[in-house]
């Protein structure tokens, strides 16, 4: 099937400071690609869809100065944590469906937040 | 999209089939059946999916009922390595988003 790379798969970064987070497609093109955080013991959460050359969409709550999406191209994603803090250590994971119908949706291995 | 209930979790014997419920009664005519897994600390991996036909791959199969309110996913022959979160979510045909639920913690014992 197709591949989703994150990178990176871990991070520990200081109270205050922003974190990138990548998301690629390695073998196909995605316009739209999602990104989820899940919380210890809770279920994936989505947090906006990425459009490749417009702005993200947000889901509700969700604060987008905060969570800085950019998908300049059809096989990256960028994810920014800004002025992090401690509530905002999580896991985050990326996704990206193929074109079609009722294609699947393949996920990155997610990354793990850690502020301090 | 349409809302699914699942019990939380389940236990199955390795070698079993492992069957795990889902309820979808509100589902629409245009609406898939997708399932997912996710093993701890991993992103979710795609088992399969279906409209209204029981599908089958190397992984699983997948029963849905005929009036589509409800659906089964069979392991047939469960191992250690199939402990994991399960997910069954329903999707509009070419719609964007995949809304994960509570799904079932299925633990695989020997």
């Known amino acids: 099937g197709a591949v989703v790379s994150q990178h990176p798969s871990r991070v520990i970064c200081k109270s205050g400071t922003s974190v990138k987070i990548e998301c690629r497609s390695l073998d196909f093109q995605a316009t739209t690609m999602f990104w989820y955080r899940q919380f210890p013991k809770q279920s994936l959460m989505l947090m906006a869809t990425?459009?490749?050359?417009?702005?993200?969409?947000?889901e509700q709550g969700v604060e987008k100065d905060k969570f800085l999406i950019n998908h300049a191209s059809l096989t990256l994603s960028t994810l920014t944590v800004t002025s992090a803090h401690p509530e905002d250590s999580s896991f985050y994971i990326c996704?990206?469906?193929?074109?079609?119908?009722?294609?699947?949706?393949?996920f990155g291995q997610g990354t793990r937040l850690t502020v301090v | 999209d349409a809302k699914t209930t699942q019990p939380p979790s389940m236990d199955c014997a390795e070698g079993r089939a492992a069957n795990l419920p889902c309820n979808h009664s509100?589902?629409?005519?245009?609406?898939?059946v997708y399932w997912y897994r996710q093993i701890h600390s991993q992103g979710p991996q795609y088992i399969i999916h279906g409209l209204k036909n029981n599908e089958t791959n190397e992984m699983a199969s997948l029963i849905i009922t005929e009036d589509r309110k409800s659906s089964t996913l069979i392991l047939p022959h469960a191992t250690l390595r199939d402990t994991a979160v399960y997910y069954c979510i329903v999707r509009v045909a070419n719609g964007n988003k995949l809304v994960f639920g509570a799904g079932t913690i299925l633990r695989v014992k020997s």
């Open positions: 996704s990206a469906r193929l074109q079609g119908r009722d294609t699947e949706a393949f």
């Open positions: 509100t589902i629409s005519g245009n609406e898939y």
């Open positions: 990425s459009n490749e050359g417009s702005k993200a969409t947000y």
